[in-house]
């Protein structure tokens, strides 16, 4: 496997995957089929869209910035007029070229997207957002840097506001051991995982580090995305989506020199990982986890 992707070049990040313009579609591609799997919901604190109206709404590690957009257009469909809408990322490769204001935002502030430490946001920016959401940082942070990014969306929030965020739970899926999902994982993933200092365990233990890191009222709701392609289009496209997942993994495991860069070894063992997502209907959890800053 030939390292053919374009990755970040943030100097102490571990983040693994690449930020180039096929991983920015299938960021797009996976914001569909998350936001399809949370029932349509951008968020599931209980905050209604009208509360928005003049609160300042933060989306850390936007990545490509598709959930922020999708507020945006959401917002002005709902005739709210939010305060500011701001993406932050660590790097600003995957960032559009497109300006809110083109897909009709109708921010009274300058909304924008910049570049910003998910482990060290903005001093002035204490007791600021309404929400401030997070997704996908699994393959990010390191277990230990998780209770700091908490504290920093905690110090963010105002009084009253709420974080959101969501992580895959696929690391907790039992393959039959032996099966080529049960490899990929044993053999590629959690060395990778192991290797860089990510946790396994995420979803098991955020509950307890959002409550340390001062938040009150956590709520949790969990979602099973079907992988089978033989459940129809909605299915098929998050197999692509997470097929491609897996095969930027792989190519991680090869950059990090984990694994030999045996090319059609790994291409082969993730086609039989999807295989297998289609023989035994397997499902992708996913976990969003809400709480207030009291
Ligand atoms: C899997 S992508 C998810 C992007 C977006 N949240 C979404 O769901 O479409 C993870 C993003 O986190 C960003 N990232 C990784 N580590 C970060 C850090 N320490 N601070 C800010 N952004 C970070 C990456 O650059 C990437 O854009």
């Known amino acids: 496997m030939t390292i053919s992707r374009t990755y970040h070049d943030v100097e102490g990040s571990v983040y693994i995957l690449p930020a180039d313009k096929a991983e920015t579609e299938r960021l797009s591609l996976q914001h569909r089929v998350l936001t399809r799997s949370f029932r349509d919901r951008l968020w599931t604190a209980p905050l209604d869209i009208q509360q ?25 469909d709902a005739g709210v007029t939010a305060g500011h809408l701001i993406g ?16 009709g935002a109708k921010s009274d502030g300058a909304p924008s997207l910049q570049i910003a430490n998910a482990l060290a946001l903005p001093k002035e920016w204490t007791n600021r957002f309404t929400l401030a959401h997070q997704r996908l940082l699994t393959f990010a942070l390191t277990a230990s840097e998780w209770p700091r990014c908490l504290s920093e969306l905690h110090r963010v ?21 032996g099966t080529p999902g049960d490899r990929f994982v044993q053999q590629h993933l959690f060395p990778l995982m192991d290797h860089l200092g990510l946790s396994k365990v995420l979803p098991t ?15 949790i709701v969990e979602v099973d995305i079907p992988l089978n392609e033989k459940r129809g289009a909605e299915a098929k496209e998050a197999s692509r989506n ?38 035994e209907d397997v499902h992708h959890k996913f976990v969003a986890w809400s709480a207030r800053k009291p």
Request: one cysteine or more.
């Open 205 to 219: 233990t955020m509950e307890e580090m959002l409550i340390e890191a001062g938040f009150v009222d956590v709520r």
């Open 157 to 177: 929030i105002k009084p009253g506001g709420y974080v959101e965020l969501s992580e895959t739970a696929h690391t907790l899926f039992k393959y039959p051991i």
């Open 242 to 279: 997470f097929h491609d997942a897996f095969c930027a993994f792989s190519e991680a495991v090869v950059k990090a020199g984990l694994v030999s860069a045996d090319e059609t070894g790994h291409r082969a063992l993730i086609d039989a990982v999807r295989n297998q997502w289609n023989r």
């Open 52 to 76: 928005l109206e003049g609160a300042d709404v933060l989306d850390n590690a936007t990545g490509s910035g598709a959930w922020l957009f999708d507020l945006a257009k959401r917002c002005k």
């Open 88 to 103: 932050t990322d660590m790097t600003d490769k995957q960032f559009p070229q497109l300006k809110l204001q083109d897909v």
